[in-house]
């Protein structure tokens, strides 16, 4: 981890203010999308468990959330959502 000092600072700053820290960022958007990706890719036949109110349980995997998601998001495209 670095900080470097930016290009336009100005004395009326506090300190802090006047750099930028660089290392242990993500190199993208945490997005709902991208952690479900990232589930089906290396966890997917791990079980996802939800019950409602009523009492029903249900069990899938990561694998199908990403599917039943995608499935949903074009959809929802082809409808003109989003």
Not at 18 to 38: A, E, H, R
């Amino acid at each position: 981890m670095t900080f470097e000092p930016d290009s336009q600072t100005t004395p009326l700053q506090p300190y802090w203010l006047n750099f930028t820290m660089k290392g242990l960022m993500q190199d993208w958007p945490l997005v709902v999308n991208s952690i479900l990706d990232y589930a089906a890719k290396f966890h997917g036949e791990q079980e996802v468990i939800t019950c409602t109110v009523e009492g029903p349980v249900h069990r899938y995997t990561y694998a199908d959330t990403h599917r039943r998601s995608q499935s949903c998001a074009l959809a929802m495209k082809k409808l003109g959502v989003g």
